[in-house]
Structures are given as C-alpha cells and as structure tokens.
C-alpha cells in the first residue's frame, strides 16, 4: 500500500541521540553517559510535581479532564495574559504547532522560515500540503535578517515562524523587527516560539493585545522540567484560541501530565531555581568554550549553545562520534537547514557534568 505522495516525498524529522542508544552503540553504562544534545532541565522535575503524579497514578483508569479551565487559568496567570488567551496542548509545543497547522493551512499556502531555525516546523506543515519558503539568519552577525522574511512574503503566505531565542543559533528577535512583519498583514498567523523565553529573561506576549494576528508558542519541556511529560501552551488573541479549540483534541492531555503541569506551574521556587541555574550553567559554558582556540562560539539567550568546529579539522559528525565515544551526548546540526557540515549544539547540565564535558572535550580535540 502507497502512502500520500507527501509523505513519500518527506525526509523524517533527525531528533537528537539517546542515552540508550549510545550507551548500546559504544557500550557505555548509561548512567555515565551526559546528555547535551536535547535542551533539558538536566536537574529533574519539580518535587511537587513527582508528589501529584503518585497521588494521581491510581486512577489512570480513568479519561483525563476535558475542562482545562484550572490549568489554563495557572499559565494565564504565570503568562501575564487572559485567560482566554491561553490554549493547552499535549505532546509539547509540537501539538500547539499541528493544530495550527489543522486551523489555517490549506493546500498550497506557504509558510517562512528564516533558517537555521527549529525545523519541525516544516516537518509538520508539510503533512498538510503547505509550501515551505526559506528567509535567512544571519549567521555572521547572529541575527535574522528581517528583509529576507519581508521579501519572502506574497499573496499565499500564510504562517511566518520567528524562533526566538532562536533554535539553534541562540539569538533573541527583536520586539521591533517582531512588530514590523506583524503590521505587514494581519490576515499572516506570525508564529513567535518562546520555548525557551524563561532563559532570555525577555517575551513578547504583550504583543498579542497589539497584534491580532500574533500567536506565541510555550512549552513545560525546557525550565519546568517535563519534557517526558508533553504539555505545550499557546497565547493568541481570543479569537484564534477559540478557532484552534475547535480543531484540538479533546484528550490529548494526560491525567498524569495535567497534574504535573498544574503543580510545577504552583511551584515557584522550582521555577525561579531551573532559571537562575540554567542561566548559570550557560555562562560558565560560555566561557570555558570560549578559550578554546579552535571553536567558534555564538553567545546564547537560551539553554543552548551554538559553535562551529571548522578550524579543529573536524566535521560536525566526526567531532559528535568522538564525543558519544567518550560518553557526551551533544547535537550534530548537520541536519539543519542553513548549517554546513561543522556546526554542534550542546545544552546545559549540572557543574559536574559540565566540568566532565569540558574535559572531555579538551581532550578530544587535543
């Protein structure tokens, strides 16, 4: 049996490598093994969060809440926004993504995105026939280069993606080059995806009372620690909420994440401590890779950071490999669109870890 043309036609989506994959590839313990290649909270969820789930566990029996007000009305609160204003989703930002895929999209719309960027948006979008169009990041300065997302625009655009931080590189967008693409039409959904906003320290939701046509991604999978658990958020004008509620699965959040989402929202303290610890371990990354002569290091607003390893006389792949070798789980973004053959991204971890990885990585490259 043949799928659809599309799906045929599609590469599939590269996640980064897991524990128990390199630990089977290079037989490794998987408890040596530090993972830097998916942006978690490397210091596990909250406490309050672990506590629900135990209380929660006996009755997965049961179908979850359909009525999300409670929660809703937490990251409503935690956002600064209304609630209706908010839209929650399982299976991460991902499902946020797919259904405004489901609400908007036809058949021969095109979306932009300025690449290097996430690239799941794509991935999505073309299941439902969507064109992708490509802008441009501007690697040598670091930042996007708005004329190209401006000039990408014609009559059957229809989604434009503005990753910031963006993913890979890092970079904030700024709030006046966010403004400028909005005011061109607002009949064009502008995606602004701040998964990892908590760590730049800077959102653009006020931007969703100014801009109806502005819709701001949200995840539970970066400071809050739930990656495992699925659980993406969405602030939009009222009016697009309640067209996505039309379209989102009634179940898609578990009883198990509905609860762990709900109490880490609770847990303040926790949040407060994943941020101040992330923005830590960033820095001090930062800066040891930075006195490493041979790396080219990109300065990071997220939990992430970009370096190009050219001048080591390395690939991107061949430097990954040698790395996994030693027990370091790290990103080889060959796969990005935008990137040659010698761009890695690592995440944070613990000082421990970071230590490790630093030495490790020194001694690779010696």
């Not at 789930?53 to 209304?82: C, F, K, M, Q």
């Not at 198990?256 to 609770?266: D, E, F, G, R």
């Not at 610890?277 to 607003?301: A, H, M």
């Not at 973004?333 to 944070?348: A, E, M, N, P, V």
């Amino acid at each position: 049996m043949k799928p659809r043309q599309i799906v045929s036609e599609m590469d599939s989506y590269v996640p980064g490598k897991s524990q128990d994959e390199i630990a089977a590839e290079f037989g490794i313990n998987k408890e040596d093994i530090i993972k830097l290649g998916s942006n978690e909270n490397p210091w596990g969820p909250s406490p309050k969060a672990l506590a629900a789930i135990e209380d929660e566990i006996n009755v997965i029996n049961r179908y979850p809440e359909s009525d999300l007000r409670e929660i809703i009305h937490e990251y409503a609160l935690y956002s600064g926004v209304n609630d209706n204003q908010v839209i929650v989703g399982g299976d991460g930002a991902d499902e946020i993504i797919d259904v405004l895929a489901k609400t908007f999209i036809d058949e021969g719309d095109e979306f932009i995105v300025p690449i290097p960027s996430y690239m799941y948006y794509e991935y999505l979008l073309l299941q439902y026939g969507a064109v992708p169009i490509y802008a441009r990041w501007d690697l040598d300065k670091n930042q996007l280069d708005v004329d190209s997302v401006i000039d990408s625009i014609t009559d059957k655009t229809k989604i434009i993606f503005l990753c910031t931080p963006n993913n890979p590189t890092g970079t904030l967008i700024s709030e006046e080059d966010i403004s400028r693409i909005a005011e061109i039409n607002e009949d064009i959904l502008v995606v602004v995806d701040e998964a990892y906003f908590e760590f730049s320290e800077v959102t653009n939701k006020d931007l969703i009372n100014k801009y109806p046509n502005i819709f701001i991604i949200r995840t539970m999978s970066k400071v809050m620690g739930l990656a495992g658990m699925r659980i993406g958020f969405g602030l939009s004008s009222p009016e697009i909420i309640e067209y996505i509620f039309r379209i989102k699965p009634v179940f898609s959040l578990t009883r198990l994440s509905y609860v762990a989402a709900l109490n880490t929202l609770k847990d303040k303290e926790y949040i407060k401590k994943s941020i101040e610890d992330g923005i830590k371990s960033r820095e001090y990354l930062y800066q040891e890779l930075n006195k490493i002569d041979s790396l080219k290091v990109f300065p990071s607003k997220s939990n992430f950071i970009l370096f190009n390893v050219e001048d080591t006389g390395m690939t991107a792949t061949e430097l990954a490999r040698k790395l996994m070798a030693e027990g370091i789980i790290v990103r080889d973004c060959t796969s990005f669109k935008g990137l040659d053959d010698y761009w890695i991204r690592i995440s944070i971890c613990t000082q421990e870890e970071n230590e490790k990885f630093i030495e490790i990585m020194k001694k690779v490259l010696d």
